[in-house]
C-alpha cells in the first residue's frame, strides 16, 4: 500500500491546492478517468495539473507507456476494454484500433479551430484528433563526427555514402512507432522500388536496429554512436541537456505522426473523457503542447522551440495515414524479410 | 524398515480419519491453485498458437508462417549457439572454481563463495548494461575486444555467463561436497599420478553434477531476455523475439508460436535433467568419508590466482554498473550526482516502481513460502491418497521448465479472456504474485522437499499415537526443525521476485510498476544511466535482505537447532 499513498501524495498536494483556490472543497467524489497515453513521463505531471485545474471533478489516472506497448495493451484489451480514453498515442495506432470499433465519435468543443489535416475527416463526428506533430530528425553527435573525420549530414540520401558505415543506428519499425514513421515516408516520398533501394544501402551503413524509437537519439547524445535516427523533440531535448548533438531535418522531407486522442466506445466515464477532450482542444492545451513540441493542432499558436531544426514544419511530408495504417503489416513484414535476418558476419 | 515391515503384515486397509480428509483437502486446494496458475494458462496460450488474429482455428498455419520467415526461424539457431557456447565456459569455470572451494587450501574461501553469489542479486539486465560501458564504443576498455563489437554474440554469451555463473556453481558445489576421500586414499595407494587421480575418480564423482549444471545452464540462459535485450544488436534469439512479436507487432499470435518454439528445448532440457538426477541417488553411500584437502602449493597458488581473477571479473562489472549510476552525463561529465536516482522523472520508472517491487517480494516471500512448504508438507507426510500426492508432486516440477516470458503472456491470454471468472486478478498486484509464486515454485518446493525428507516420520506416528493434532506437530515440530530451509525458500523468493523481468514484463499495471521492468524501460528509452541506478536500488536492497537471512538464520539455528549437535 506504500507505492499508491507515496503517489498520492503527489496528486494530493495538487488536489489541495486547486481546492484551496476554490475556497472549498467539492463535495462529491471526484471521476477517476483512466487515460491511456504514449506522451514522456515527465510532462504527464504538467498536463494532469493543468486539466485538473480547470476540471477539479476529474481525476487523471495515467497509464503510460512508450507507443508499441501501449498499442499491445490496448489491442490485448480489445474484447474488454480498460481505457476511458486514449490520448496522446500515434494516430496510426489509433487507425489500427479503429479496425476494432474501439472508439466513439466525438467533436471537441473548438474543433473547427484546428487545422484540417490534424483530425480525423473521414469520420463525422471524428473518431480521433490530433493534438501535435512529433517528426523525424537525425540526431548527430558533433564531438564523435570529428573523431571519425564525418561531414554533417544534410539529406537522407548522404546517410548511405560509405564515410557512416556503421555509424548509424534507427529503431526497428518492427517495435518502433518511429522506425515505421521513417520507412513509411521513404516510400511515400520516393515510391516504393526507390525507397526499398534507398533501405538498402542504408542497412549496409547501420550499426545495428533499436527496439524503441528514442534510444538511437539518447544514444547519439552519449556518443555511443555517431548518428542516431530519431525523432526532433528527443534530440533537442538532450541538446538542452548539454549534449553535444546536431539535430537535423534532412531536405527530402521528413516523416511524421500526430500524438492524438480517441475516446473508448461505452466509457462508463463519457462525460469526464469528453471533457478530457474539449480540454485537449483548447488554446490552453495548445500551448502546453508548444513548449516542447514546435508543430501543434491549432495553427498560430506554435512559437520557435529552442534547438528544433528551423523550418521543420516547411519539411513534414504530405502524410497519408489511412494508407501508412493499410499497408503497416505489408511494410514491416518487407522490411523484417529484408534487414531483420541473421546478422551478417563481420 | 518400517514399511516393509507394513508391507508383509496382512493387508488393513487404514481408516481414513478426519484429519486425513482436511489434510487432503488442503492439498486438493494447493494441486488446484497451480491447475489454475500453471496449466489453463498454458493451455490458452497453447491454444491461442493455432489461432489467426480473430480468434478462429488455423490449425498448424502460424507454425508453417513460423518456419517459412528466416527471419524467425534462424533466432533457433542463434539461440541455440550462444546457449551452447554460454554452457560450455561457464560449466568449464565454475567447475574450477569450485574445485579450487572445495579440494584445495586457498585462503578466503568464504569471500570468494561470497563474491561468486553476487550476481544473483541483480537482474540479467544489470551486467548487461555494464557490459556497455565497459566495451561500448565510449567503453572503458573497448580496445580489449580487439574492434569486434560488445553489441551481438560476443555481448550475449559475457553477459550470460556472468548471469548464470552462480547458480551453476552452487551446483558444482553441491556435487563436489559429496565426495568420498576414500576413493582418493585408494587411489593414491595404487600409486595413481594425480591427473590420473582426477580423471578417474574426481571427475566420474562430479559427472551428474556436471550433466545438471549444463542443463540448468542451458534452460537459463535460453529463456533469459534482460541480457538480449540489452547488448543483442542485431543478433535475435527467441526470448526478445516473443517481445518483439507482442510489443513491436501487436502479433499475440506469432508471439504464441515463438514461445512454444523457446518451451520446447527448455522442457527438453528439465526433462533430461530430472531423468539424470534420479540416478545420481543410488550413488551415495552412508559409510562415505568427507574428503579433506591437502596443501599443495603449485595447485593451491594457481587456483588462488584463477578465484582472484574471476572475482575481480564478478566485482569489476557490479562496480562498473554501479559508477554508472553516479557518473552525471557518461562520457562527457564524468562527476558524481544522484540525479539518475531521481526516479520520477524518467520514462518507465518511479520510486513507485521500486516500492512496488518491495511490496511483490515481500508478498511472494510470505505467500510463497507459506504455500510451498504446506504444500510440500502433505506431498511428504501425509497418508494414503497416492495418486493424488503423485499428480501434486508432477504439478510442482512443471513450473521450472516454463520460461518466464511465456508464463507471462499466458497469464495475459488466460486471465484477460473476457469470460475468466478470474479476470478482476487482471492489472493487479495478486496476480503479479500469483505468476512469481508460480515461476519459482519448483525450486522452492524440491528444498521444503529435501529438508522434510531428513525428518523422521516417526515424529508423525508418535504424535497420532498420542492424539495430537497433526497441525499442532506440524506447527511445534516440523515448521521450528525446518526453520533454516524455510528461511532458505522465501530468501529465494523474495530475491528473486525483485529481480525477475521475463514473467511480468507482460502483467505490470501503471499501478504495479515494477523496479526491474524499470530497467528494462528505461533502457528501452535510452536512460542507461537511470537504468543502472535503479538496478543499483535492486542490488542493494536484495544484499540488504541477504544478510539479514543470514542473521535470522544464526540466530534461529542456535535457538532450535542446538539438538543437531552432540
Redesign the interface.
Known sequence: ????W??SLGLGLATVATAAILGAAPAKAKTDLLVYTAV???ELKKFKTAFEKDNPDVNI??????T??I??KL???K??P?ADIVWGVAATSLL?LADYDYFQGYAPKGLDKLSKKYYDTTNTPPLWVGQRAWIASVCFNT??GEKYKLPIPATWEDLTKPVYKGHVIMP?P???GTGFLDVSSWIQIQGEDKAWKYMDALHKNI???T??G??????A?????AIGISFAYRGAKSKN????LEVIAPSEGVGWDLESFAIVKNTKNLKAAQALADWSVSKTAQEIYNEEYAVVAMPGIAKPVKNFPVGIEDKMIKNDFKWAAANR?RI?DEW??RY?????P? | MRDAAVAQAPRITPKVSSEDWIMRAVLVGIALYLTVSILLPLYAILSKSFKNADGLFVGLANYVNFFS???LF?SI??SLTVTLICCVIVVTLAFIYAYALTRTCIPFKSLFKGVALLPILMPSLLPAIAL?YLF???GIIKDWLFG??I???IGIVMGECFYVFPHVLTIMLIAMANSDARLYEASDALGASKIKTFFTVTLPSVRYGLVSAFFVCFTLVITDFGVP?VVG????VLATDIY?Q?????D?EMGAVVSMVLLLPALFAFAADRIVQRRQVALLSARAVPYQPKKNRVVDTAMLAFCCLIGLILVSILGMACFASFAK?????LSLSLKHYNF?????????AY??S??LAAWTAVIGTAMVFTGAYLVEKSKGFHSGRAAMQLLCMIPMAVPGLVLGLAY?FFF???NNPL?FLY?TMPILVICTVTHFYTVAHLTAATALKQLDGEFESVSQSLKVPFYKTFFRITVPVCMPAILDISMYLFVNAMTTVSAVVFLY????ALASVAIL?MD?????APAAAMGMMIVGTAAAVRLVHAGLTRGILARTQAWRKR
Open positions: 500500500m506504500k507505492s499508491t507515496f503517489s514522456e513521463a515527465d489516472k495515467w497509464v503510460r507507456d512508450s508499441g506497448i498499442t499491445s489491442l490485448a484489451e474484447e474488454n480498460k489500427l564531438v564523435e526497428n518492427n517495435s518502433s550499426a545495428r536496429y527496439h524503441s528514442s534510444k538511437p537519439c539518447k544514444l547524445a552519449k556518443g555511443e554512436i541537456e548539454g549534449a553535444p503489416i514491416l523484417r524479410k531483420d535476418g541473421k546478422s551478417e563481420k | 520467415t528466416p527471419a534462424w539457431e542463434n556497455v561500448g564504443n565510449q569486434y563489437e553489441y551481438g554474440p535485450k544488436g542485431k543478433y535475435n518483439k507482442v510489443v513491436g507487432r501487436q499475440f552525463f557518461w562520457p562527457y561529465d520520477d522523472l524518467m520514462d518507465g520508472g518511479s520510486w513507485n516500492w512496488n518491495i511490496e495475459v484477460n479472456a473476457p479476470g492489472h499495471s501503471p499501478d504495479t524501460n528501452d528509452a535510452g536512460d542507461v
